[in-house]
Nanobody
Framework: VQLVESGGGLVQPGGSLRLSCAAS????????MNWYRRAPGKERELIAG??????????NYADSVKGRFTISRDKAKNTVNLQMNSLKPEDTAVYYCNALVRGFNYWGQGTQVTVSS
């Protein structure tokens, strides 16, 4: 099992970025997937999750990103994406993809997002 994040970078306040988490070794659409972030000097924070619900998915978000971030699956590419809009300086952090697969907790290496003018 491997998770590889991409799409981070430097963006101005109010801008957008799209993060992608490429999964290998398992089919990500069969499992609950999450995005976390760790800002400098702060604890790791769960910001978005997509969970299997019936025949589809349900999503949940931290209050800090609700209405600005959207998590989604691309089943054809076996990826989980995080669309981030209206970015703020306080969104600056390393963003991590996470999956609990067959009882093990897996993490990607993280991708840096910096929001600054």
């Amino acid at each position: 099992v491997q998770l590889v994040e991409s799409g981070g970078g430097l963006v101005q306040p109010g801008g957008s970025l799209r993060l992608s988490c490429a999964a290998s070794g398992f089919t990500s659409s069969y499992f609950n997937m999450n995005w976390y972030r760790r800002a400098p000097g702060k604890e790791r924070e769960l910001i978005a999750g997509i969970s299997i619900f019936g025949a589809g998915d349900t999503t949940n978000y931290a209050d800090s990103v609700k209405g600005r971030f959207t998590i989604s699956r691309d089943k054809a590419k076996n990826t989980v994406n995080l669309q981030m809009n209206s970015l703020k300086p306080e969104d600056t952090a390393v963003y991590y993809c996470n999956a609990l697969v067959r009882g093990f907790n897996y993490w990607g290496q993280g991708t840096q997002v910096t929001v600054s003018s």
